[in-house]
Each structure stands twice: as C-alpha cells, then as structure tokens.
C-alpha cells in the first residue's frame, strides 16, 4: 500500500509492504523508483514490524505524542465521533430501573450530563464502574513495579538507588534555551533522550491518596536539571480488578479474539464494558494491553459489542433520568453553585434532577490556591512563607499552567524578577 502527496515538485510518500507468506530473512533490498517529474528522493526510515496485528512496543518508538493524537482525532472525526476534551466523569446517571443511562461530566463550564444507552470506562481506574455500583476485587498489599517515561539529556539520565533506567530509542530530541539566559549551572543546549525509569514501591491500599504519593517519589526519583518533558501518569498493574460476569484466566496474551469479552463486564451492572488493567483479567495479559497494539486490537472488538448492545437497548427518556440521592453523613446540608452561563455549551436538552449527596471534606487549610500556574505557585508560596497553612489545587499534572507547561506561548521562563529570579533559577 503506497500513499502519496506532492507539494510543487516535493513528494511524501508512505509504503506499507505486507508479504504474501510468513517470511524470515536477514537482508531486505528496495527497489524505489522516482515518479514521473521528480527531481529528487529523500529516505527517511525504514521500519520493519514483525507482525501486523501485534506491533513491537518498539518500533512506533520515534513517533511523537502530537503524531499520534492528530492521527487518532482525525480517524474519530472520519468516524464521525464527537470528543469533548478536559471533561471529568464525576457520577453515573440512572434510568427509571436503576440502570446505567450516561455520565454527569465536570470541565470549566461546571457539570453537564451525557445520556448514553451504553458506556465504556476506559478511566485509568475504573472510576465510572465503581460510581455505578461495580464490584472489586480486594487489593492485594505488596511491592509493585512502577514505571516512568522522561526525556532528559542523553548524558545526563535519570539515577537513584533502585531505579533501573533504560533509552527506549535512539532518537535525539534537541532543545535550546533562545530569549533568556539559561539558569546558573544549566546547560544551554539540551539533547534529549526518551528514558524508561523503573522502580518498586510498597502498596498497602491501592487508593488515590496513596498512588498520588508513589507518583511524587516518582517525580523525586525521575528527575534532572537536563529534564524537558515527563510522562503525566505512572504506568503500572494494579490487583483490584472488576467481578466480571465471566473472568478470562489466560496467562498470557495470544489474540485478543481469544479473550473472554464478559470479562470485560462487570456483573450485576448492565450497560457498561471496563476496558483498562481492571477488566477480569489476569495480570499478564493486562501487562500485554499496555502495548497499544494489542489494547486497540481488544478495543476494535468491545467497541462493535457495545455497539450492539447499545442499538438493542430501547430509547432513554430524559425525563426519567437522575442522579439518586446518596447523602448518609446526616451533617448540615449546604449548597453547591457552578457558572451555568459563559463556556458552558448551548447544547442544551433539559435538566436531570439530582438527590442530596455527601461531599467528602478532605483537608483544611488557611489559603487555598486554586490554579498552579505561574501566578498560582509564586502566591502559595508567599503565603505559607508567611505562616499560613496553604494548598494548591489545579487540573493539569504538574505545576505550571497550560502556557507554560503546555508551551503553547512564549512565556515560559516567566518575567525574571520575583520569584523567577529569586527562587526558581536557583534551583536548577
């Protein structure tokens, strides 16, 4: 298969060879002829996979994360799927049966709600499943095997006692630092290169409080004056799977086809496919997901049941949909108010009606920073040098805001007086 695309006398071209037969050979030779009219050939890469349907983790190694979301977000618009962005699912909306109907999503317009016939939790934890009455397996106490991607300096690589650190590919990824004078002590030209860093670390609970620790000493463990990008989350395989109305005990990964896809389900909840490391499934074929071939191979399948299940289903009424109450504290009730006016979408089909609930209080404090940015950080750290008790709260993974962690703008470094001066570049 050959795609090509020419611009003036320029031509792109992408060959995708699939051998008629299994074949073994230690040389391969190409034979590329010049279209018509061309002046010149360029060969950038040849890439070899072994197998079509289980690609090696290793050779979509020297794509990049943009690469890959424009692709994915260009096959959904084809498709004709709708994505909306930075939207947290908070609560399962129910039928008049107590069924599964949609999801109430929380993103800067407050919380909407999205009805649904059927819904697939891929969430990292299988948030949307246990909101909708799923059942877990207890977590297992015990050393995991945590794991980190970093880029940082090809010479200066991520070290701490414990760590094993390993370059996933060859690619060198140069970075300078151009419009400000790099801090005291750091280099001005960075060639980085993508780290794998693994460790180990003690789980008791396997709850969120509990991860966000292990992902600070990640952050401790992973980090160098010569960083420039780092994975937002922590690859690893948790022990707490769903109760599946059938669990899949295959020890090894073979083809997705051969997986149960009721292990995919939870039991007793209807309408709903868990499609993460919590599905029921046994641990090594959950290792093997992580490999993103194999997890779209597994998607392909439980997209087209869900479909099915879905257009079996009967229409929802909206009228008919809620959030049941879920308020057991018996404290003081109090009134929770969002913005329903500015961002929030015109899209608008109704209300859904929603029952008291608990809002669990998970600290206090003196001042509350809301927005970790570059306005945010400095003021939280003003304020507990000034003896207040302070917590910082934001959206994204790290600190920074989305002009400067996200460096879509041109302030970065920050103005370089204040704390930019003081206390930062100092810290390189």
Known sequence: M???SSSDNDWLMVCHVVPASDVRATHVRLKLELPSGTQRQLLDEIVFISDESDPLVTTGADLTPFAVKKALQKALDEAGVRILSAAVATDVLRDSAGDPAGVIIANRSGRQAVAAKLIIDCTENAVVAQCAGAAMRPFVAGDYVFSRMVIADSEDAPSAPGMTVSAVTDRLFLTSISGVSSPAGMQSVITGRLFRCTFTNYMATGSIEEILEVEQTARDLTWTSTCIDQADRLVWLPSDTIVSADSDESEMWTDA??????????????????LSAHADISRGVAGAMLNPGRALAMADIIGE????DALARGDIDLEELSVPAAAQSGQAS???????DGFASKDNLGYISEGACDVPVIDTCDVLVVGAGTAGAPAAIAAARAGAETIVVDILYTMGGVMTDGRIGVYWYGNNVGFTKNDIDPGW
């Open 257 to 274: 086809e051969a997986l149960k896809i009721d292990a995919f389900r939870p039991a007793g909840v209807p309408f709903m496919y868990v």
């Open 334 to 340: 109090c009134e929770i108010g969002e913005i329903l």
């Open 305 to 308: 049941a869900a479909a099915a």
């Open 2 to 4: 050959v795609r090509a």
